[in-house]
């Protein structure tokens, strides 16, 4: 089972509507979490990311929340744009023995924004 | 300044060749990491360099290995090379395991 896990798996919305992403997870300890957007054939570009201790962090219309408790994260798009379509991976950094610069990926989200 | 940079961005080889690929890290960024991600899939941890050590691996044969400069630049090797080696491989710098990576565009291997 892979140890960060989100929903959903695609997701096709109208250009200017707002969306949210899921990441749960189950690594623990860990330093931070942290989302990234992909296109297609490129490297990850990071929007956001938290410490254990952070509720929220913003980036422009980007919008990410951790709840430690529950092990849960969220992505928030406001306002979608065309060129939102991408796939979006959730990443959390393990805090343990030597591991602590391993990063652990999720499965990722396709997101496609229509016009 | 310069993000990371990869080189080349696409490759083809024949299986059983050898391949070398170049990532030049972010200004400031001492570490180094290798990841391989196979189409539709997110990305695996190759390995990782810090100041010049390997001081992570993932679960990649030996014929997977690298090196990292005293500039702090890196190369990923493959011996070997096996169709299922086809993929994007991505270099990823940061100064330490608190800040954020930055990754580089990869590069695209297929091997045929």
């Known amino acids: 089972k892979n140890q960060v896990e989100q929903s959903p798996q695609s997701l096709i919305i109208l250009e200017g509507k707002n969306c949210t992403l899921q990441c749960n997870y189950t690594v623990s300890p860990f330093s931070n979490l942290r989302w990234y957007k992909q296109d297609t054939g490129r490297g990850p570009v990071s929007l956001t990311i938290m410490t254990f201790s952070e509720n929220t962090k913003s980036n422009g219309r980007y919008t990410a929340t951790l709840d430690a408790d529950t092990k849960q994260s969220s992505l928030h798009i406001t306002a979608s744009q065309l060129s939102d379509s991408a796939s979006y991976i959730c990443v959390v950094s393990p805090n343990y023995g030597g591991a602590t610069n391993k990063l652990i990926f999720g499965t990722g989200t396709l997101l496609a924004v229509q016009p | 300044e310069t993000g990371v940079t990869q080189s080349p961005t696409h490759l083809i080889k024949t299986r059983g060749q050898q391949v070398t690929l170049r990532c030049s890290s972010q200004?400031?960024?001492?570490?180094v990491s290798w990841y391989q991600q196979a189409l539709g899939q997110g990305p695996q941890f190759i390995f990782q360099?810090?100041?010049?050590?390997?001081?992570g691996r993932g679960n990649f044969p030996p014929r997977f290995s690298g090196l990292q400069f005293p500039n702090y630049s890196s190369e990923l090797n493959v011996n070997a090379l096996e169709l299922d080696d086809s993929a994007l491989y991505l270099c990823a710098s940061s100064r330490d395991s608190n800040y954020g990576y930055t990754f580089g565009s990869g590069t695209r291997l297929t091997v045929v």
């Open positions: 200004s400031g960024h001492n570490t």
């Open positions: 360099y810090y100041r010049e050590e390997e001081n």
